[in-house]
Structures are given as structure tokens and as C-alpha cells.
């Protein structure tokens, strides 16, 4: 039960590991959905996706395009991952005519396609599910586009991985639906970390700041315990900062100030409790979270979140449900 401080700093999602912590409190699962194999000229067209999508290329070339977008080359061993709201085509010629992929997939338990003789081309395909409330965390910091390519340091990495993915899905192996899901986890950190590389990373927000060496020690000391009561002078000397060098520094990276950071991550912490403890007080997770009274941290939760802790407590506490279903097997 969350019942005192030291709860944080036991629970097995609250570790000096931000990037961790932030992944299994959005408890996000990655699920291979499907793929294709194909030979000779072909096209389809992909419905917009209701979660996270990702698709990697394991054997030959195609040509990606978003709607509105300019076509992208993908080769064997890229990968995409695709969070905004766009339908998209796969084709080994963009100029060719699109067929709608679910007509493909229309089979009851069907996951897999072969088109034409299937020899030149392997695809595939899955989503990356969210929990409704705590999931936007992450959704809402995602690029829209990440392309990771194959000739990328991390390729060694991603083409393991692909590879033992599928692997997985052709040999009716014991625990490979386990071994999959795993592996495909595994594969959606390392597009993140590939992203995180990145020095074009532009967007403000936890994501960027996890990039950032400079200022992820303070991330790290209010991750590992956020009911402290953290001061501007103990965040910049762990950085090796003067105060105002390093407010500076982590508003441009992170988009708020230091100590709004932490408040914000109380709040997603507070959000849980009040979703996974529904009969512990409101006065309990306050202190769990740092405030030393209900009544400073009602305030603060409402000003985060819109609704006061009993407010929302009473509008989301139901099972835990995953962001959507993902759509019918679409590679």
C-alpha cells in the first residue's frame, strides 16, 4: 500500500532512473501486430493509426508516405515509429495505386500476408499501447515522425532485434507470443534512445532534457525522491551550476522551471495513487508526494490537472485499461 514517503523510494517504478520510471508509469506495452512478405511491384495503404505505431522493413526496400508528406525511403533494417494521426501508404513505387491493407487482413486470427511470391520484401508491424490517464506523459512529448535508419551506431542493436523477432513469429517455439512481446519492448526503447542521440532533438519537455547531461543529475535526485523538498541551490550544485546558470539551462532543455518539473511529476505520481488506491486517504498521498498538508497539495493537484484529487479519484478509478485496442492484425 502507498501509505508513507518511503513507499516512492521502494516501489519498483520510482528509481534514479528517470527515463525508466517515466516508461513503467505510463505503462507502456509494445505489441507485434502483424507483417507481410512481398514480391514484385505492390502498395498499400495503412488506415490512421488509434495508437503508437511502429513498422520496420526486414528484408529489401519500400517507400513510406505520410499523408502530405514526401515519400521516404525505407531499407532493411529502418524503422519508424509513427505517434500523430496520419494514414500512410508502403509501396515498392510511390507512384503506384494503393490497396487498403485490411482487405488484406480481413481473416479471423489472420497476422501475416504473403503478396506475390513474397521473396523480395518483409515487413513488420505493431503498436505501442498506453495507459488512458498517466500515458499522455509520453504521448504528448513525442515528435510525430521518428525514422531510425539502418546505418544509424545503433543498427547492430535494432537488426538483433529484428531478427529475433522474427525468428519468433516463424517457429512455433515455446513461450515466443512472451519472447516477442519482450523483444518488441525492447525494441521501442531503443527507437527512443536513437531519438534521444539525436543533437537535432528540438522540442522542449522531459524528453529532450534526458538528452541533456548537463542537467539530467537533478532529474535523476527528484526521480529517486520526489517527496523531499528539493531547493534550487541542492538541483544546481548536483550539476555543478550556479543557481541561475542552471534555472536557465533546465527552462530552455525542459520547457518549466526546475522545481515546476517536480511538481509535475508529483502530480502524475499522486494520479496513480489515486487510481490504484482507492481507499487510502487524500491526506496520506499528499504527504507521500511532499506536501505537508491536504489542503497545499489539493491546490496544487487541481492547478495541474483541472479537477481536485477527489474529483478525479471519483470521474477515473476503474480498471486500468490500455490506451485503444489496437486495430485488427495491420502489419
Not at 495503412?46 to 508516405?65: D, E, Q
Not at 491546490?299 to 471519483?314: M, V
Request: hydrophobic share 45%.
Amino acid at each position: 500500500m502507498l501509505a508513507s514517503p518511503q513507499y516512492l523510494r521502494d516501489s519498483p517504478a520510482m528509481t534514479n532512473e528517470p527515463f525508466s520510471d517515466i516508461l513503467k508509469l505510463t505503462r507502456a506495452e509494445t505489441l507485434v501486430t502483424g507483417g507481410f512478405t512481398a514480391g514484385g511491384p505492390w502498395a498499400l495503404r495503412f488506415p490512421t493509426p488509434k495508437t503508437i505505431k511502429f513498422f520496420a522493413v526486414l528484408k529489401g526496400s519500400c517507400w513510406v508516405t505520410l499523408d502530405g508528406q514526401e515519400a521516404i525511403h525505407f531499407s532493411a533494417g529502418d524503422v519508424g515509429l509513427l505517434s500523430a494521426p496520419l494514414a500512410f501508404e508502403l509501396a515498392s513505387d510511390p507512384s503506384l495505386p494503393p490497396v487498403d491493407v485490411m482487405s488484406l487482413f480481413s481473416g479471423a486470427g489472420r497476422t501475416d500476408v504473403q503478396i506475390g511470391d513474397g521473396s523480395e520484401f518483409a515487413h513488420i508491424g505493431g503498436h505501442v499501447l498506453l495507459d488512458p490517464t498517466s500515458g499522455r506523459v509520453l504521448a504528448d512529448v513525442l515528435p510525430p515522425w521518428i525514422h531510425v535508419q539502418a546505418d544509424r551506431p545503433e543498427a547492430v542493436t535494432f537488426r538483433w532485434l529484428l531478427d529475433r523477432l522474427a525468428m519468433e513469429r516463424a517457429n512455433d517455439l515455446p513461450g515466443a507470443e512472451l519472447a516477442a512481446a519482450q523483444l518488441a519492448q525492447l525494441l521501442f526503447i531503443e527507437i527512443l534512445r536513437a531519438h534521444l542521440s539525436q543533437n537535432s532533438v528540438e522540442q522542449t519537455g522531459w524528453l529532450r532534457a534526458l538528452a541533456d547531461p548537463g542537467i539530467v543529475p537533478a532529474i535523476r535526485l527528484m526521480h529517486a525522491d520526489p517527496a523531499r523538498s528539493w531547493h534550487l541551490e541542492d538541483l544546481a550544485e548536483a550539476c555543478a551550476m550556479s543557481r541561475t546558470t542552471f534555472a536557465e539551462r533546465f527552462r530552455t532543455v525542459a520547457g518549466v522551471a526546475p522545481l515546476a518539473y517536480l511538481t509535475n511529476w508529483r502530480m502524475r505520481l499522486a494520479e496513480r495513487a489515486l487510481l490504484e488506491e482507492s481507499r487510502l486517504p487524500v491526506a496520506s498521498i499528499a504527504t507521500t508526494v511532499g506536501y505537508a498538508s491536504e489542503s497545499s497539495f489539493s491546490n496544487a493537484f487541481k492547478r495541474i490537472t483541472g479537477a481536485s484529487p477527489r474529483e478525479f479519484r471519483n470521474a477515473s478509478h476503474r480498471p486500468i485499461v490500455a490506451l485503444t485496442s489496437p486495430e485488427a492484425a495491420d502489419g
